[in-house]
């Protein structure tokens, strides 16, 4: 008896390219704007082998969809040799990333990465927040202040990403692209100078996540 293609069911139907990737069983994202701009302003950096796709987005995420383990194994390799070039030819990004937040999948892609000299850097943690949950009180730090940032404060950002990720510096033109769109930026200050800062990125109206957490 021939089997149906696994979906997910925890999201809707749709038919954009974000809804397309999102449906699959092995999937990554990062954020409905960002897919949509690679679809609109680089299709170039859309590699698909059948129902599988794999995609670059603006600061060197790595998107994708496959619709199984299997297909990941056997297809990615490829589609990644594939879409590298392009990504160094149109994006001027330092490294790129790829986001593996399905911990089942862990064992069957690891290997796979691993073969692609990728190297293991962090665990993903998401988390959800209630618009109706009172926000908890915080002490202030005593000689440290906060203030709303932006794009004056471009140097002093890439900066301190330095001194914290020297291995996986974020390219300051995509930091300035994120903060062109009006992505928020926090910025602590110790001694009349930045000493730390966090910037985040919508993934649309209702949803978002701290992107660099930097001290």
């Not at 809804?19 to 990554?28: A, F, N, P, R």
């Not at 109706?132 to 990403?161: H, N, Y």
Request: a neutral charge.
């Amino acid at each position: 008896m021939a089997l149906k293609k696994l979906r997910r069911i925890d999201v809707a139907a749709g038919d954009t390219l974000f809804d397309e990737i999102t449906s699959h069983v092995l999937s990554e994202a990062w954020g409905r704007g960002e897919v949509e701009r690679t679809a609109r302003e680089h299709p170039d950096l859309i590699v698909r082998r059948g129902d599988n796709v794999l995609l670059a987005i603006e600061n060197g995420g790595l998107a994708y969809g496959f619709e199984s383990q299997s297909a990941f194994i056997d297809e990615f390799a490829g589609m990644f040799q594939e879409l590298l070039p392009r990504v160094r030819r149109e994006l001027d990004v330092d490294s790129v990333r790829f986001r593996l937040t399905h911990n089942p999948a862990r064992p069957i892609a690891e290997p796979v990465l691993r073969n692609l000299w990728f190297t293991p850097l962090r665990s993903w943690l998401g988390f959800s927040l209630s618009k109706k949950t009172a926000l908890p009180r915080i002490a202030a730090i005593k000689g440290v202040t906060f203030r709303a940032g932006g794009v004056d404060d471009l140097d002093e950002m890439v900066r301190i990403d330095r001194e914290c990720f020297p291995d996986t510096p974020l390219p300051a033109m995509a930091v300035r692209r994120a903060i062109e769109r009006g992505e928020r930026v926090i910025i602590a200050e110790s001694g009349g100078r930045a000493a730390g800062y966090a910037l985040f990125r919508r993934t649309d109206d209702e949803e978002g996540y701290i992107w660099v957490l930097a001290v």
